[in-house]
């Protein structure tokens, strides 16, 4: 049982690529996330999907855009890198949609865009 | 705008006391709180949950809950320097907010 994983752990872009992180939950959960974290700012919910089939905007969605896969897999593309979105990104899942159930937190990409 | 407070620290405490951490809410339609625990350059873990007043017991640690005070803690007994970490507060009733995390740091 690996709970989330995320891919990759690592990852430098210039600005301008595009790539996808992608997370995938093995707990049956229903709902999952995207959030990132920024020194001093906490983690900021980029966004999420309640359940397979949907998806929501969180508090930071510019430049950014999601894929639920299906119920195990929710996809994060950045389309156009920005000096900006230099940070630390994690997925997490949850069995029902957050607060009214707990979230479990995968190891995290670590992306730099230079 | 919904927010979590949390003292940034650190706060540093000798091995073996009690480690009190704190965090208040301003949604005060908050009906879900967490705490988590993070080490640097790794992921949160989650630690405990409440939803109700009162205090909820798990080992070493006690989270308390005070909803008229919009307040929550954690409490670390016997506190270890494996302890040492960021421990993040989230609340909320419709959208779970995070706080930024204290910083604690036990000395042998």
């Known amino acids: 049982n690996a709970g989330v994983t995320q891919t990759p752990k690592f990852q430098v872009l210039k600005t301008g690529q595009s790539m996808t992180l992608q997370c995938a939950q093995d707990?049956?959960?229903?709902?999952m996330y995207w959030y990132r974290q920024d020194p001093g700012m906490g983690l900021r919910l980029i966004y999420y999907?309640?359940?397979?089939?949907?998806?929501d905007k969180g508090e930071v969605p510019n430049g950014y855009n999601v894929s639920r896969l299906n119920k195990r897999e929710f996809s994060l593309r950045l389309e156009s890198a920005a000096p900006s979105q230099t940070s630390v990104y994690f997925c997490?899942?949850?069995?029902?949609?957050?607060?009214?159930?707990?979230?479990?937190f995968g190891p995290g990409t670590r992306l730099t865009v230079t | 705008q919904k927010e979590v407070e949390q003292n940034s620290g650190p706060l540093s405490v000798p091995e073996g006391a009690i480690a009190s951490l704190n965090c208040t809410y301003s949604?005060?339609?908050?009906?879900?709180f967490f705490w988590y625990r993070q080490y640097s350059g790794k992921s949160p873990e989650l630690i405990m949950s409440?939803?109700?007043?009162g205090d909820k017991e798990d080992g070493r640690f006690t989270a308390q809950l005070n909803k008229a005070s919009q307040y929550v803690s954690l409490l670390i007994r016997d506190s270890q320097p494996s302890d040492s970490a960021t421990y993040l507060c989230?609340?909320?009733?419709?959208?779970?907010?995070f706080g930024t995390g204290t910083r604690l740091l036990v000395s042998p």
């Open positions: 997490a899942s949850s069995e029902q949609l957050a607060p009214r159930s707990e979230q479990y």
């Open positions: 707990m049956n959960h229903n709902s």
């Open positions: 999907s309640a359940s397979e089939g949907t998806t």
């Open positions: 949604d005060r339609g908050s009906q879900s």
């Open positions: 409440i939803y109700s007043n």
């Open positions: 989230a609340a909320g009733f419709q959208k779970l907010v």
